[in-house]
């Protein structure tokens, strides 16, 4: 596992090779991130990426977002998510679900995206699926700039504790 100095002399290639995924299916947000080396901590170098994210043009962070999985969604049962997703999904036992709670996953991720177009994203780990549903409910009646926001929000929470398991403090 490198660490922060490392990283910060790695060329943009190895850069973008080792960190380009951490944000789902999105290596040009640590293409992004890589001239602002050098990092002056594992926060900035987040602060930096979620920056790529977060000032990219509308059209961009839209299709960003819909890169994400949907939870328990087609992806997780055809076992096509990222190994990131997958574990992450795991550890709330998305991958252990009855027919009825498939049935409610399926209802709202259909309703989430219908209503804000893309889905539903949540930093799972350290979550039940009660908690979880609870959250996808509530969520499904905010506004969509308000819900933009929180989507982004949350991938900051995931994003930050994939890069803490990538490279050491």
Not at 32 to 44: G, V
Not at 97 to 122: C, K, S
Not at 126 to 153: D, K, V
């Amino acid at each position: 596992m490198p660490d922060l100095s490392a990283i910060n002399r790695l060329d943009e290639k190895a850069f973008v090779t080792l960190l380009g995924g951490v944000f789902e299916h999105a290596p040009w947000v640590a293409q992004a991130a890589w001239p602002h080396r050098p990092f002056a901590s594992l926060a900035a170098l987040h602060d930096a990426m979620m920056q790529a994210v977060r000032t990219a043009p509308p059209e961009r962070r839209r299709a960003f977002l819909n890169n994400h999985p949907e939870l328990a969604g087609p992806e997780a049962r055809a076992r096509s998510l990222t190994a990131d997703s997958t574990r992450e999904q795991g550890s709330a036992g998305l991958d252990r679900i009855d027919a009825e709670e498939g049935a409610a996953f399926d209802r709202l991720n259909a309703a989430y995206r219908a209503r804000f177009g893309f889905p539903f994203i949540i930093a799972v780990r350290g979550r039940g699926r009660a908690e979880i549903l609870a959250a996808f409910e509530a969520r499904l009646s905010r506004e969509p700039a308000a819900e933009e926001a929180t989507a982004l929000e949350e991938v900051a929470l995931i994003t930050r504790m994939r890069l803490d398991g990538l490279v050491s403090a």
